[in-house]
T-cell receptor, first 114, second 114 residues
């Protein structure tokens, strides 16, 4: 089944404890992206990747890191999480390298930073 | 950069009525406009999209219209049903440096009352 997966789905952590949210897609998509969703603010892009080893900042990259060592995986890293990073996170992928095509979203990761 | 404004932020209709959500965009070069539906606790999923070479596209009870001159596009849902209750996001393809990306509106929470 073609899909985007994320893990974990739910995470409660404490300020400053490094964490990684994994994202994987099995559709051979070139483009992958991370969004955060907050009430009233919609979907805001954190980072995106147009291909292996090619990543760039989105609209709200502060406090986040990403890597794209393989085409299928695009992990999101929070080196020192803070409470303002409490949010719902979505990974997405699309066939085209620019992301300006149909985006397929993962199931979401609800992160709480205490 | 591209700015996508979406209105209204909340919309409540009676079952069987029509619902209209409108989005405006700023980049006159934008030529791809998708709509995503996000049910409660679920991921956003594409429901319909339109490209700038057409003015209207229909798929059963949903339709999207595009006015490139005025730089706005709208989602129309006819004969609404309770299962149409969700948050709807519009998006527009935007130039991003030497690449492109999707810019999302802030979302409209649609409630269909039985």
């Amino acid at each position: 089944e073609a899909q985007v997966t994320q893990n974990p789905r739910y995470l409660i952590t404490v300020t400053g404890k490094k964490l990684t949210v994994t994202c994987s897609q099995n559709m051979n998509h070139e483009y992958m992206s991370w969004y955060r969703q907050d009430p009233g603010l919609g979907l805001r892009q954190i980072y995106y990747s147009m291909n292996v080893e090619v990543t760039d900042k989105g609209d709200v990259p502060e406090g986040y890191k990403v890597s794209r060592k393989e085409k299928r995986n695009f992990p999101l890293i929070l080196e020192s999480p803070s409470p303002n990073q409490t949010s719902l996170y979505f990974c997405a992928s699309s066939w085209g390298g620019t992301g300006a095509d149909t985006q397929y979203f993962g199931p979401g990761t609800r992160l709480t930073v205490l | 950069g591209e700015n996508v404004e979406q209105h209204p932020s909340t919309l409540s209709v009676q079952e069987g009525d029509s619902a209209v959500i409108k989005c405006t965009y700023s980049d006159s070069a934008s030529n791809y406009f998708p709509w995503y539906k996000q049910e409660l606790g679920k991921r956003p999923q594409l429901i319909i999209d339109i490209r700038s070479n057409v003015g209207e596209k229909k798929d059963q009870r949903i339709a999207v219209t595009l006015n490139k001159t005025a730089k706005h596009f709208s989602l129309h849902i006819t004969e609404t049903q309770p299962e149409d209750s969700a948050v709807y996001f519009c998006a527009a393809k935007a130039r991003a440096g030497g690449s492109e990306k999707l810019v999302f509106g802030k979302g409209t929470k649609l409630t269909v009352n039985p």
